[in-house]
């Protein structure tokens, strides 16, 4: 049962422009996500997160929105830098413990 | 000075043997975890311990036993490993205040069944 889903497995955008991650749920108990990044051989780590009560979150180049009529957020880097490059995965909670993380998306941004 | 470290980082073994996998975390977290992520890349979580005691255990087959001789310590062992076991397995903790919410992971241990 898929909760949290990342349809696109991959983008790839040019160095300095916007990179648009998108994210649909189905759970609309929902309260909280998150967007955690992942480069090869290492550990996924947090990036930013919002909370339902909002429907934008930013920090620096990173922004989160989040539209729950549409059960949908997206993480826009804006500008888009190589360094960037990673396997991009939305996350919810349920309960307290657990967190429900979609398939990733892996972003390229080619200089 | 490692936040959420795992040993080892590969593991290549034969069908049927028990194997372990061993985390430290040194945030002073209450509360660590061990995901497993498949061939499909899916992070889902197996194990959930809260100052050493089980919280959550997500299905997963009896052959999995996770231990947390500490709040800082958090093993996984494997009996009996099977084909469907190969995967990258990633141990996790959070702070008990944040809910499990923000979850800090270590580099993952690739487990290789022949």
């Known amino acids: 049962d898929q909760q949290v889903k990342q349809n696109s497995p991959s983008l790839s955008v040019q160095e300095g422009r916007i990179s648009i991650l998108n994210c649909d749920y189905t759970?609309?108990?929902?309260?909280?996500f998150l967007w955690y990044k992942k480069y090869p051989a290492e550990g996924p780590t947090f990036l930013i997160s919002?909370?339902?009560?909002?429907d934008k979150n930013e920090d620096g180049r990173f922004t989160v929105f989040l539209n729950k009529s549409a059960k949908h957020l997206s993480l826009h880097i804006v500008p888009s830098q190589p360094g960037d490059s990673a396997v991009y995965f939305c996350?919810?909670?349920?309960?307290?413990?657990?967190?429900?993380f979609g398939k990733g998306t892996l972003l390229t941004v080619n200089p | 000075d490692t936040a959420v470290s795992q040993t080892p980082k590969y593991l290549v073994t034969q069908m049927g043997n028990d194997k372990s996998i061993k985390c430290e975390q040194n945030?002073?977290?209450?509360?660590m975890y061990w995901y497993k992520q498949d061939s499909k890349k899916f992070l889902k979580i197996m194990f959930s311990?809260?100052?050493?005691?089980?919280?959550i255990n997500e299905t997963v087959p009896n052959r999995f036993s996770p231990k947390s001789p500490d709040k800082a310590h958090l093993n996984l062992h494997i009996n009996s490993l099977e084909l469907g076991d190969s995967a990258v397995y990633f141990c996790?903790?959070?702070?008990?205040?944040?809910?499990?919410?923000?979850?800090?992971f270590g580099p993952g241990t690739r487990l290789t069944v022949l």
């Open positions: 996790a903790s959070s702070p008990r205040l944040a809910g499990g919410l923000e979850q800090f």
């Open positions: 759970n609309s108990m929902f309260d909280y």
């Open positions: 919002i909370s339902s009560i909002k």
């Open positions: 996350a919810a909670p349920r309960g307290n413990y657990k967190l429900t």
């Open positions: 945030l002073g977290h209450d509360t």
């Open positions: 311990y809260n100052n050493k005691e089980l919280i």
